[in-house]
């Protein structure tokens, strides 16, 4: 449906487009190359046309910005945009008539030749075209120029939503060899005396340096970004670091993305002395295989507990006794596969670990074994040898075959066959193919290429992906048989056991790596072949492309014993030979950890590996069974999106770049767009360990200032990570609570109050070049009256009003300008308090509602919090008094955050339980003490924990708030759910198609305390009010039925009357439509309360209980005959029939 939409509105807009004289555009051509033309080259617009349009008398220059309207072809604002620009040249008729004059209605003169429709023919897309279009990625067709911009807000908004998806694009495009050309056109500045660089000439270095032909603005947010102090200039050296804090920024916060590491110590299980395990193998019920070399086979768990061991081979006496060189599992039949050093194939059961049968005479030594079921009843055997030779048994009908082998003669109680008879069947085939010039170090099919890797020690052969079958040569064999013929002879075998054959060049491909290939593994998905051996370097191969590898990865210090590829997590695993384990990520090819024997415990010698997926766990066998598994971070539920890790403590809006800043309690500041919700950056460790308490902008919105659990504040540059100053007393620092930024004596000053009960002072100068800064020295009142509990609150009220709160309910109001204490306000206790109880005192927030401060009326102009969900309005004249107090919270929680709007007619509270409430402040509390509270105008459920911060962005009537669990949503100003910062689908605030509303988190939605309240529980009533309000519910209910009941008449219905109600009730014998109509009538026919059907006034009586007086039946004085037994039972249980009835 969509798709049909856009392509009307495509051909609707080329038909407009060939309207005017008749002669317009061709109907094939694209719109988008005709508007790439200029315009005296289109056909259809004769030269006439243009100079008619022009004003007369008047000459205008061609390039400047009165003389001509640029316009372009704008793709959808909620797409990428296009790197080129198509830009389409009109003149204009008047001088007046400049780009702003778009919006007059109707139709311009001069256009209509050239076919620009009218304002009414333009075709407004429906909302939900336009989400739909940003979920597809199409493009809509542009705005028409003639589009009335008057009557249309959407164009200032499409413009900053333009900016907004262009944000970062200019870093990504800078190369090296940009880097280059701008250090150049720096220097050449330089030399001409201009060392630092104003906007316009930093936008006019980078468009020619980087060929970027976008929208200046894009530039220009660049310049803002590096010139965090706001001088309006910036040098080579602020670029240069700027960019390279970014890119480091960006590398770091990747490879937290991908942290990955293994629990340590590994789980281990020792083992007395014994043979060393050659093979692992994983089960589906969960258990691990391990086979030594002395037969041995042991079963484990998944927690590495032993369930069942058993040695397969007697030792013999006077021989020496059988040793195992691989073994591998028919999980198809239920049966494993070993091989021996005796040159034999052996075939037990897998559940009783009883022998079947073996194979023996094998040319050579086996030493590496495979199995793959290739049907229903077909699978292939394959060994490798050491004469590097590559075996394969081809079987089919395998269950008939192995019951045949059985039946063959025994030799120490085994049934046995040899090599050569086994060929004798038709079911099996034989393949040998000489691939190494040493012996197989590694060998496996891949179902999936349909081909066998191997692997040797030799170079040149060091790893071979081969086909098992081999192609047709017929010229080669058109050879043998020509010579045969001259011969005289019969035709040769083409695979005669025993004689090795090479494949052709055409079947297989052959690396030669330096020093061999001990093992390999391939992937795939991934496309990807890995490669380890005695030189420690893991290469990474295009397993199409032998000629060179892909890369390298270094790190180990012995030779690699065992690479395993995740691919579910894109991660490889290396052991080597010392026992040290790597993870490395396969697309950035980098080593993500390393865990060396000493942290994981594992000891002796390597001998075999494998990695579970299932289990995330790599089990290791040395000296004894070790097993690491990795430590997966929690992953979140696929309905709960979180923005955080770690709690989120603060959020904060920033004007300058239409950011959302958010920081949580792992010393983590994230960037977010606030148009789409994305992450744009973020930095982590910015206090190290310590949590990030409060944070605020400076006075021109570039730097961010956050203060910490360690007692700093620091300033920085939000967009790169960049450190600018830290903020710090001297000796002991305790907990900052809050920050702000002010002004105060024509100096900007940074103020912070936290658990000293003092209010440093930091002043912000760029003269001062330390980068460690020590605060100012304290108020003499704040050392003598101020406060005596930890201060958690602060909050300024230009131009001189500053107001901090404490932990024991104390507000003071001071002076900024002299330093001195306005007053002091106290907090009321609450009934709690009053009755002996201990409740919380503490002031959480305190809000200043600024427009009624200056005022001469006796209003409430500072809000405070208080215990118990309460919210306080004071009056700071004539030394502080209470104008109201009441209780915000509906559920009686403390309230933790505050937020007013710009006109104060507004107030919203955040409290502990996640509740947003919204009150209307316009004229309460305004000429005097209110008894009522304010109107609550709205209140929901924006978490199901505390609301750490509430941040209201009034230019775009939304919302950001942050809680305790992590999450960061954005809200409309009414309360509408847009999203969660961080969610994989994108909003756009200026269409609300894109939206959350109506839905809710679903995290809310399931919580308890988000469920409506009984309005009988909101009224405080008493126990024993409770229960006498139930019993006169009750004795009200009996007396209603009384009524009823005596009210009803007594009748006597028959059996015919109730027959004919059910028969009324029921269907007709109608087939289908028919009687679905009739059933769906019957259903939603309205229930008639006109008084009780005919079934509902029949009389019940209840069942007699009698008592069972039936003796037992004397069954001797009967004989056998059954009727006579029951004749006698109908006459000795007559007496009690005759009494029930």
Same mark, same amino acid.
């Given at each position: 449906?969509?798709?049909?939409?856009?392509?009307?509105?495509?051909?609707t807009?080329?038909?407009?487009?060939?309207?005017?004289?008749?002669?317009?555009?061709?109907?094939?051509?694209?719109?988008?190359?005709?508007?790439?033309?200029?315009?005296?080259?289109?056909?259809?617009?004769a030269e006439?046309?243009?100079?008619?349009?022009m004003p007369?008398?008047?000459?205008?220059?061609?390039?400047? !910005?009165?003389?001509?309207?640029e316009?372009?072809?704008i793709?959808?604002?909620?797409?990428?945009?296009r790197?080129?620009?198509?830009?389409?040249?009109?003149?204009?008729?008047?001088?007046?008539?400049a780009?702003?004059?778009?919006?007059?209605?109707?139709?311009?003169?001069?256009?209509?030749?050239?076919?620009?429709?009218?304002?009414?023919?333009q075709?407004?897309?429906?909302?939900?075209?336009?989400?739909?279009?940003?979920?597809?990625?199409?493009?809509?067709?542009?705005?028409?120029?003639?589009?009335?911009?008057?009557?249309?807000d959407?164009?200032?908004?499409?413009?900053?939503?333009?900016?907004?998806?262009?944000?970062?694009?200019?870093?990504?495009q800078?190369?090296?060899?940009?880097?280059?050309?701008?250090?150049?056109?720096?220097?050449?500045?330089?030399?001409?005396?201009?060392?630092?660089?104003?906007m316009?000439?930093?936008?006019?270095?980078?468009?020619?340096?980087?060929?970027?032909?976008?929208?200046?603005?894009?530039?220009?947010?660049?310049?803002?970004?590096?010139d965090?102090?706001a001088?309006?200039q910036?040098?080579?050296?602020?670029?240069? @670091?700027?960019?390279q804090?970014?890119?480091?920024?960006?590398?770091?916060?990747?490879?937290?993305?991908?942290?990955?590491?293994?629990?340590?110590?590994?789980?281990i299980?020792?083992?007395?002395?014994s043979?060393?395990?050659?093979r692992?193998?994983y089960?589906s019920?969960?258990?691990?295989?391990?086979?030594?070399?002395? $037969?041995?086979?042991?079963?484990?768990?998944?927690?590495?507990?032993?369930?069942?061991?058993?040695?397969?081979?007697?030792?013999?006496?006077?021989?020496?006794?059988?040793?195992? @060189?691989?073994?591998?599992?028919m999980?198809q039949?239920?049966?494993?596969i070993?091989?021996?050093?005796?040159?034999?194939?052996?075939?037990?059961?897998?559940? @009783?670990?009883?022998?079947?049968?073996?194979?023996t005479?094998?040319?050579?030594?086996?030493?590496?074994?495979?199995y793959?079921?290739?049907?229903?009843?077909?699978?292939?055997?394959?060994?490798?040898?050491?004469?590097?030779?590559?075996?394969?048994?081809l079987?089919?009908?395998?269950g008939?075959?192995?019951?045949?082998?059985?039946?063959?003669?025994?030799?120490?109680?085994?049934?046995?066959?040899?090599?050569?008879?086994?060929?004798?069947?038709?079911?099996?085939?034989?393949?040998?193919?000489k691939?190494?010039?040493?012996?197989?170090?590694?060998?496996?099919?891949?179902?999936?290429i349909?081909?066998?890797?191997?692997?040797?020690?030799?170079?040149?052969t060091?790893?071979?992906?081969?086909?098992?079958?081999?192609?047709?040569?017929?010229?080669?064999?058109?050879?043998?048989?020509?010579?045969?013929?001259?011969?005289?002879?019969?035709?040769?075998?083409?695979?005669?056991?025993?004689?090795?054959q090479?494949?052709?060049?055409?079947?297989?491909?052959v690396?030669?790596i330096?020093?061999?290939?001990?093992?390999?593994?391939?992937?795939?998905k991934?496309?990807?072949?890995?490669?380890?051996?005695?030189?420690?370097?893991?290469?990474?191969?295009n397993?199409?492309?032998p000629?060179?590898?892909?890369?390298?990865l270094?790190?180990?210090?012995?030779?690699?014993?065992?690479?395993?590829?995740?691919?579910?997590?894109?991660?490889?695993?290396s052991?080597?030979?010392?026992?040290?384990?790597?993870?490395?990520?396969i697309?950035?090819?980098?080593?993500?950890?390393?865990?060396?024997?000493?942290?994981?415990?594992?000891?002796?010698?390597?001998?075999?590996?494998?990695?579970?997926?299932?289990?995330?766990?790599?089990?290791?066998?040395?000296? $004894?069974?070790?097993?690491?598994?990795?430590?997966?971070?929690?992953?979140?539920?696929?309905?709960?999106?979180?923005?955080?890790?770690?709690? !989120?403590?603060?959020?904060?809006?920033?004007?300058e770049?239409?950011?959302v800043?958010?920081?949580s309690?792992?010393?983590?500041?994230k960037?977010?767009?606030?148009y789409?919700?994305?992450?744009?950056?973020?930095?982590?460790?910015?206090?190290g360990d310590s949590?990030?308490?409060c944070m605020t902008f400076?006075?021109?919105?570039?730097?961010?200032?956050?203060g910490?659990?360690?007692?700093?504040?620091?300033?920085?540059n939000?967009?790169?990570?960049?450190?600018?100053?830290?903020?710090?007393?001297?000796?002991?620092c305790?907990?900052?609570?809050?920050?702000?930024?002010?002004?105060?004596?024509?100096?900007k000053?940074?103020?912070?109050? $936290?658990?000293?009960?003092?209010?440093s002072?930091?002043?912000?100068?760029?003269?001062?070049?330390?980068?460690?800064?020590?605060?100012?020295?304290?108020?003499?009142?704040?050392?003598?009256?101020?406060?005596?509990?930890?201060?958690?609150?602060? !909050?300024?009220?230009?131009?001189?009003?500053?107001?901090?709160?404490s932990?024991?309910?104390?507000?003071?109001?001071?002076?900024?300008?002299?330093?001195?204490?306005?007053?002091?306000?106290?907090?009321?206790?609450?009934?709690?308090?009053?009755?002996?109880?201990?409740?919380?005192?503490?002031?959480?927030k305190?809000?200043?509602?600024k427009?009624?401060?200056?005022?001469?009326?006796?209003?409430a102009?500072?809000?405070?919090?208080?215990s118990q969900g309460?919210?306080?309005?004071?009056?700071?004249?004539?030394?502080?008094?209470?104008?109201?107090?009441?209780?915000?919270?509906k559920?009686?929680?403390?309230?933790?955050?505050?937020?007013?709007s710009?006109?104060?007619?507004?107030?919203?509270?955040?409290?502990?339980?996640?509740?947003?409430?919204?009150?209307?402040?316009?004229?309460?509390?305004?000429?005097?003490?209110?008894?009522?509270?304010?109107?609550l105008?709205?209140?929901?459920? !924006?978490?199901?924990?505390?609301?750490?911060?509430?941040?209201?962005?009034?230019?775009?009537?939304?919302?950001?708030?942050?809680?305790?669990?992590g999450?960061?949503?954005?809200?409309?100003?009414?309360?509408?759910?847009?999203?969660?910062?961080g969610?994989?689908?994108?909003?756009?605030?200026?269409?609300?198609?894109?939206?959350?509303?109506?839905?809710?988190?679903?995290?809310?939605?399931?919580?308890?305390?988000?469920?409506?309240i009984?309005?009988?529980?909101?009224?405080?009533?008493?126990?024993?009010?409770?229960?006498?309000?139930e019993?006169?519910?009750?004795?009200?209910?009996?007396?209603e039925?009384?009524?009823?009941?005596?009210?009803?008449?007594?009748?006597?219905?028959?059996?015919?009357?109730?027959?004919?109600?059910?028969?009324?009730?029921?269907?007709?014998?109608?087939l289908?439509?028919?009687?679905?109509?009739e059933?769906?009538?019957?259903l939603?026919?309205?229930?008639?309360?006109?008084?009780?059907?005919?079934?509902?006034t029949?009389?019940?009586?209840?069942?007699?209980?009698?008592?069972?007086k039936?003796?037992?039946?004397?069954?001797?004085?009967a004989g056998?005959?059954?009727?006579?037994?029951?004749?006698?039972?109908?006459?000795?249980?007559?007496?009690?029939?005759?009494?029930?009835?």
């Open positions: 449906m969509i798709e049909d939409y856009v392509r009307k509105c495509q051909v807009n080329e038909e407009r487009l060939c309207r005017g004289d008749g002669s317009g555009f061709a109907g094939t051509r694209d719109i988008r190359a005709v508007l790439s033309e200029p315009v005296a080259h289109r056909p259809g617009i006439s046309q243009i100079q008619a349009s007369l008398g008047k000459k205008v220059r061609p390039n400047s !910005a009165a003389g001509k309207l316009t372009s072809a793709s959808s604002i909620f797409h990428d945009i790197s080129d620009t198509v830009k389409l040249t009109i003149p204009r008729i008047k001088s007046s008539q780009l702003a004059k778009t919006s007059i209605p109707g139709t311009r003169r001069g256009l209509t030749p050239i076919g620009w429709c009218s304002q009414a023919e075709e407004e897309h429906p909302e939900w075209l336009e989400w739909e279009l940003i979920k597809q990625h199409n493009r809509r067709h542009s705005l028409g120029l003639v589009q009335n911009v008057a009557t249309s959407n164009i200032r908004k499409f413009g900053d939503t333009l900016k907004s998806l262009r944000k970062g694009k200019i870093e990504q800078v190369s090296l060899e940009h880097l280059k050309s701008i250090q150049a056109a720096f220097e050449e500045f330089e030399n001409a005396g201009r060392k630092y660089l104003d316009e000439a930093f936008k006019k270095i980078m468009k020619k340096c980087l060929g970027f032909h976008g929208v200046h603005d894009q530039i220009g947010e660049l310049f803002r970004k590096i965090y102090s001088s309006g910036i040098d080579w050296d602020e670029f240069c @670091t700027y960019m804090l970014k890119y480091k920024e960006i590398e770091e916060s990747n490879s937290r993305s991908k942290h990955i590491s293994f629990a340590l110590p590994a789980t299980r020792e083992f007395s002395h043979e060393q395990i050659l692992i193998c089960t019920d969960d258990t691990f295989i391990m086979m030594r070399e002395d $037969g041995n086979i042991s079963f484990w768990s998944a927690e590495l507990k032993l369930k069942r061991s058993r040695t397969l081979f007697e030792r013999p006496i006077g021989r020496k006794p059988k040793w195992i @060189t691989d073994f591998t599992i999980s039949y239920n049966k494993f070993l091989s021996t050093g005796d040159r034999e194939i052996q075939i037990y059961e897998l559940s @009783t670990l009883e022998p079947y049968c073996q194979i005479g094998l040319e050579t030594g086996p030493l590496q074994l495979d793959c079921s290739t049907g229903e009843d077909d699978c292939m055997i394959l060994y490798g040898d050491d004469q590097g030779c590559v075996n394969i048994l079987l089919t009908s395998v008939e075959t192995l019951r045949t082998w059985k039946k063959w003669p025994k030799v120490d109680n085994l049934p046995t066959i040899s090599i050569e008879n086994s060929f004798l069947s038709p079911n099996v085939t034989c393949i040998r193919w691939v190494h010039e040493d012996w197989v170090t590694q060998m496996k099919y891949y179902d999936a349909g081909s066998i890797i191997s692997s040797s020690n030799h170079e040149a060091a790893l071979v992906i081969g086909c098992t079958t081999g192609t047709t040569n017929l010229e080669k064999q058109m050879k043998e048989l020509k010579e045969c013929w001259k011969e005289g002879k019969g035709t040769k075998s083409h695979s005669a056991p025993g004689i090795p090479k494949r052709l060049e055409c079947d297989q491909s690396f030669r330096h020093k061999g290939v001990k093992t390999f593994d391939f992937c795939k991934n496309n990807l072949l890995v490669t380890g051996g005695i030189d420690r370097i893991v290469r990474m191969w397993p199409y492309v000629g060179k590898p892909t890369g390298l270094r790190g180990h210090c012995a030779p690699i014993f065992s690479l395993y590829i995740s691919t579910d997590d894109n991660k490889l695993f052991v080597s030979t010392d026992n040290t384990v790597k993870i490395w990520d697309e950035d090819q980098s080593c993500l950890y390393t865990a060396n024997s000493k942290a994981s415990r594992i000891k002796g010698d390597v001998s075999a590996c494998h990695y579970v997926p299932g289990l995330k766990g790599l089990c290791i066998a040395a000296e $004894g069974v070790a097993l690491l598994h990795l430590r997966i971070q929690p992953q979140a539920k696929p309905d709960h999106i979180c923005s955080h890790n770690e709690p !989120a403590l603060c959020c904060k809006y920033s004007h770049f239409r950011q800043v958010t920081c309690e792992g010393s983590v500041v960037v977010w767009d606030l789409t919700g994305k992450l744009i950056f973020e930095f982590s460790g910015a206090h949590a990030i308490c400076d006075e021109s919105g570039r730097r961010l200032i956050t910490g659990r360690d007692g700093c504040l620091k300033i920085w939000h967009n790169n990570g960049h450190c600018l100053r830290i903020l710090r007393k001297e000796g002991r305790d907990e900052i609570c809050d920050c702000i930024y002010v002004e105060m004596h024509k100096n000053y940074v103020l912070a109050v $936290g658990w000293d009960r003092r209010i002072i930091y002043c912000d100068s760029f003269g001062d070049h330390h980068h460690t800064q020590p605060p100012e020295p304290h108020w003499q009142d704040d050392l003598k009256r101020g406060h005596k509990d930890d201060v958690l609150c602060i !909050a300024q009220c230009p131009p001189t009003l500053l107001a901090t709160s932990y024991d309910g104390e507000i003071i109001v001071w002076n900024m300008i002299s330093g001195h204490i306005y007053c002091h306000l106290q907090i009321p206790p609450t009934t709690a308090c009053r009755d002996g109880g201990a409740a919380d005192k503490s002031v959480n305190v809000i200043f509602l427009t009624r401060v200056l005022k001469a009326e006796l209003g102009s500072l809000v405070a919090t208080g309460s919210l306080a309005f004071w009056n700071l004249f004539h030394g502080g008094q209470l104008f109201s107090i009441f209780t915000a919270s559920v009686k929680s403390q309230i933790s955050s505050l937020a007013v710009n006109d104060d007619c507004l107030l919203y509270a955040a409290d502990y339980v996640g509740y947003i409430y919204v009150y209307g402040m316009k004229d309460f509390a305004v000429h005097g003490p209110e008894v009522d509270p304010p109107k105008t709205n209140y929901w459920r !924006a978490h199901i924990s505390a609301v750490t911060c509430m941040e209201l962005i009034e230019e775009q009537k939304v919302m950001v708030t942050s809680s305790v669990e999450t960061v949503r954005l809200w409309s100003m009414d309360g509408e759910f847009i999203g969660t910062f969610q994989p689908e994108p909003w756009e605030i200026h269409a609300p198609a894109s939206w959350k509303h109506p839905m809710v988190p679903y995290e809310i939605l399931i919580d308890p305390l988000s469920m409506p009984h309005p009988v529980l909101e009224e405080e009533m008493s126990f024993i009010q409770l229960s006498n309000f019993k006169n519910e009750e004795t009200i209910d009996n007396t039925s009384k009524d009823l009941q005596h009210r009803s008449p007594k009748s006597i219905i028959s059996d015919d009357a109730v027959k004919e109600e059910i028969r009324k009730k029921t269907f007709q014998n109608n289908g439509k028919r009687l679905r109509h059933r769906y009538q019957s939603n026919k309205p229930v008639n309360h006109g008084g009780p059907v005919a079934y509902h029949l009389k019940c009586f209840e069942i007699a209980n009698a008592p069972n039936c003796e037992k039946p004397d069954l001797s004085a056998t005959d059954p009727y006579a037994t029951l004749f006698f039972q109908e006459s000795t249980c007559k007496p009690v029939s005759e009494e029930l009835c």
